[in-house]
């Protein structure tokens, strides 16, 4: 059962233009919601993150959206830049026995074209 | 610096060997994961652990063992048993909450 879904397995977008990624998820008890970004043969690096509580979280040219009752959260990049092309992992966090757990969806890889 | 030092970066393993994947923090986490990526699915949780000597499994613990000696190292040994250990393995620490995690840079482990 996967509890946190990336249904867009690519995303193509021009130079300037703006992404819009997007992730479902499934558990409710989920309290924090995390956007990774990964190049090819190197770790995820942590771009942004929202709380259960809040419903936006800006940081730059990145925002992430998060609508609780439509168990959706979408991350939006402007203006989109080449360098921004990579593979960009939704993930969700729960304490489950003390430990924190993250959940991630399958990627998106996004592609900016110049 | 602060940071996980995964090594070696790319591994390779003949069949029915036994291989071990290192993983080295400075961060003071607590928590210490190890992933497996595959393409097209995404992140894949194989141990972790919240304290020294504890660790739990992932969901596709079947064929890896781990030991958590000390705070900073959370070695992964890809057992024989491990029927398609060619892959991607990524380990991580944690600090919690909206923090999520510190990646390493990872390993790639091709079986020949």
């Known amino acids: 059962d996967q509890q946190v879904k990336q249904n867009s397995p690519s995303l193509s977008v021009q130079e300037g233009r703006i992404s819009i990624l997007n992730c479902d998820y499934t558990n409710s008890m989920f309290d924090y919601f995390l956007w990774y970004k990964k190049y090819p043969a190197e770790g995820p690096t942590f771009l942004i993150s929202?709380?259960?509580?809040?419903d936006k979280n800006e940081d730059g040219r990145f925002t992430v959206f998060l609508n609780k009752s439509a168990k959706h959260l979408s991350l939006h990049i402007v203006p989109s830049q080449p360098g921004d092309s990579a593979v960009y992992f939704c993930?969700?966090?729960?304490?489950?026995?003390?430990?924190?757990?993250?959940?991630f969806g399958t990627g998106t890889r996004l592609k900016v074209l110049a | 610096d602060g940071g996980i030092t995964q090594s070696p970066k790319y591994l390779f393993r003949k069949e029915g060997q036994n291989v071990t994947l290192s993983c080295e923090q400075n961060l003071n986490h607590d928590a210490m994961y190890w992933y497996r990526q595959d393409p097209g699915q995404g992140l894949r949780l194989i141990y972790y652990?919240?304290?020294?000597?504890?660790?739990q499994k992932g969901d596709i613990a079947e064929g890896y063992s781990v030991s958590r000696e000390k705070k900073e190292s959370f070695p992964l040994t890809v057992t024989s048993a491990q029927k398609n250990p060619t892959a991607f393995y990524l380990c991580?620490?944690?600090?919690?909450?909206?923090?999520?995690?510190?990646f390493g840079s990872g390993t790639r482990l091709t079986v020949v």
């Open positions: 652990s919240q304290i020294v000597n504890d660790f």
């Open positions: 993930a969700a966090s729960a304490r489950i026995s003390g430990t924190y757990k993250y959940i």
């Open positions: 991580a620490s944690s600090i919690g909450g909206g923090y999520g995690y510190t």
């Open positions: 929202i709380s259960s509580i809040k």
